[in-house]
């Protein structure tokens, strides 16, 4: 079982920066992958971007690619997404998710159903 917790949302102006971090407890041992995702209102959860727990390799979405960066802390059992020039369209409730699961062939995971556990969530607003 793992416990995922969301920290740093806020508002920001158009441009500037924010860091998001996602607090990892229970059995990290086996974890696999980790990612964020966002939901704004009257719309469906996108994949945002996910990192292997082990290697570090990463994947983005196109919309974030070069603005966003997620990493990984093993020894604080912490993921991280640092978003620079963030645009009114980032506007969402961002989630942490994780997973244990290792599908061979299947890297990247940039869907909703690929992970197990889910944080609670935490708002980030883009002011224009």
């Known amino acids: 079982q793992v416990h995922l917790a969301e920290s740093g949302g806020g508002l920001v102006q158009a441009g500037g920066s924010l860091t998001l971090s996602c607090a990892v407890s229970?059995?990290?041992?086996?974890?696999?992958?980790m990612g964020w995702f966002r939901q704004a209102p009257g719309q469906e959860r996108e994949f945002v971007a996910c990192?292997?727990?082990?290697?570090?390799?990463?994947y983005y979405t196109a919309s974030v690619k070069g603005r966003f960066t997620i990493s990984r802390d093993h020894f604080k059992n912490t993921m991280s997404l640092q978003m620079n020039t963030l645009k009114s369209e980032d506007t969402a409730v961002y989630y942490c998710?994780?997973?244990?699961?290792?599908?061979?062939?299947?890297?990247?995971?940039?869907?909703?159903?690929?992970?197990?556990?889910w944080g609670q969530g935490t708002q980030v607003t883009v002011s224009s």
């Open positions: 998710a994780a997973t244990p699961t290792r599908t061979p062939g299947s890297w990247p995971l940039d869907s909703v159903s690929e992970f197990d556990y």
């Open positions: 229970g059995d990290t041992f086996s974890m696999y992958a």
């Open positions: 990192i292997r727990w082990s290697g570090g390799y990463t």
